[in-house]
């Protein structure tokens, strides 16, 4: 017992769910491969297999058995949020011209940015073709406005990233994009598949919802506070490739005209030298950014907490709760 308690949230979560999560593993590779195009296996295996921890359909796993469904749809619906994820890093490790995901090389350095682009494409196509599936038009429905929100949450970073204009409204709007909207359809297709009480759906939505605003914050704060090497990225990427984060907006806010003068020479116009990001640091410790940041981020995973009460008593529901402390404990 000591052990289980020991365990991360994540991986007792993933051992309670270890039938589904295979079946969600053989079903991936079973859609991801193609008679004509051996590079979309090739492309798709090198990102699904590269150890990351399937938390976004094992959320909609989690969801469904928590509210008692028997299956066998919870395993579609698990898959295709983890095509549309997988299909979202393909494009999103283009855009920033990545290098490094999950401490391996990224898609488009190993192939071509070619490859990563109309790989991406396929498996957002195969998604829309496995929530067909179970013949639920709500499902169908929140699964493809999570989609559309993912690519205009997206859009939205480009213009709002290197903007000293963007407020934290434009910041959350970006993150409940490009972040949470996949976490809050996770949840909640789980719920009604299961055709749970709307009460339930709703909170399994919030739930979802809030984590994915928690997970964001936190990987942002990282971003600047980290430790190399256990991120998957190196310290300051945001920085440097002049995405305007939670903690810069801030820092901004409070700039006198000096730092402000900074702020528009390495963000807006893309003027970095060596030093900067030290400086970008001592200024955001200055203001005390990071740690404003980290109250936001321990805010949303208390939110998510707070959103599983109306939920019935289960094992998955203590372990959902404690994945939100998770999410934030790396920076507590």
Known sequence: MSNQSSQKPHDRLAAVLKDDLEAVSALIRERMASEHAPRIP??????????????????????AQLCGYDGPYHIHLATTVEFIHTATLLHDDVVDESKQRRGRPTANLLWDNQSSVLVGDYLFARSFQLMTEPGSMRVMKILSNAAATIAEGEVLQLTAAQNLATTEAVYFQVVRGKTAALFSAATEVGGVIADAPEEHVRALFDYGDALGIAFQIVDDLLDYQGIEGQTGKNIGDDFRERKLTLPVIKAVALADDEEREFWVRTIERGKQEDGDLEHALTLLNKHGTLTATQSDALMWAAKAKDALAPLPAHEIKDMLGDLADYVVARIS
């Open 42 to 63: 090739e492309v798709t295996a090198h990102l699904v297999e590269a150890g990351g921890k399937r938390l976004r359909p094992m959320l909609t796993l989690a969801a």
